[in-house]
């Protein structure tokens, strides 16, 4: 016996509507658990030095309490971090909604390393230091993907162009001119469509070329090229 089918439900759609839907929530709650656990830390480590007795066992529940506030830290932060890509993406762009998205990650990662580092009474003082001197050597050895990272930055800030724009750049760097359009605008490389092929350009370099927009084509169908 064969029943009329009637419009048919997409299954994994809905299920990742309704992900999508409780996302935020159960990064809010979170959120609120972290807090929570960050209080209860500190407020048995404070318990415990003022009752000498129950020294040992406060230190069991500040540590646990610590240890569960790193853990809804994380989850907070990659839950609200991805909420906010997923909010801006339709009205800022893919490649906007990206750099709020890692702002917002390291700023919460950081924020939830030093306050467990502080909840565990480890001098952080020392590791801010000792953390300084590290980022300075490695930023030396990563100085050409950091000035990627920067130029790609202050291109979604300035907006030179968008994407879909087709757009003509000149400087030593890239041989001369090259003719695309483009495709995206990442944190790295800007890709263009040069009618042949994608090429990725580094941002750095993009920076400091000369951007204009691409001249209509002429009578053969070609654009014209500055000698």
Request: proline content about 5%; glycine content about 10%; charged content about 15%.
């Amino acid at each position: 016996m064969h029943l009329q089918d009637g419009p048919r439900l997409d299954l994994s759609a809905q299920v990742a509507k309704v992900k999508e839907k409780t996302r935020p929530w159960k990064s809010i709650i979170a959120l609120v658990l972290a807090i929570a656990a960050a209080v209860t830390s500190e407020w048995a480590r404070d318990f415990g030095h003022f009752f000498e007795k129950n020294h040992i066992s406060n230190q069991v529940v500040a540590a646990g309490t610590a240890a569960a506030f790193c853990v809804f830290g994380c989850i907070a932060t990659y839950g609200l971090s991805g909420k906010a890509r997923s909010v801006l993406e339709p009205r800022a762009g893919a490649a906007h909604a990206a750099v709020v998205r890692y702002t917002l990650l390291l700023i919460g990662a950081f924020t939830t390393l030093v306050v467990t580092l502080v909840l565990f009474a480890v001098p952080v003082g020392q590791l801010v230091l000792g953390g300084a001197l590290t980022s300075v050597f490695v930023g030396i050895a990563a100085q050409q993907a950091l000035s990627n990272v920067f130029a790609g930055i202050v291109l979604l800030l300035s907006r030179p162009f968008r994407v879909g724009d087709a757009i003509r750049l000149r400087a030593g760097a890239l041989g001369g001119q090259l003719d695309g359009t483009v495709t995206e605008i990442g944190i790295t490389y800007v890709r263009l469509d040069t009618g042949t092929s994608i090429m990725a350009v580094p941002n750095s370099q993009v920076l400091n070329a000369v951007v204009g927009p691409l001249p209509p084509p002429d009578a053969d169908g070609q654009s014209p090229r500055v000698p």
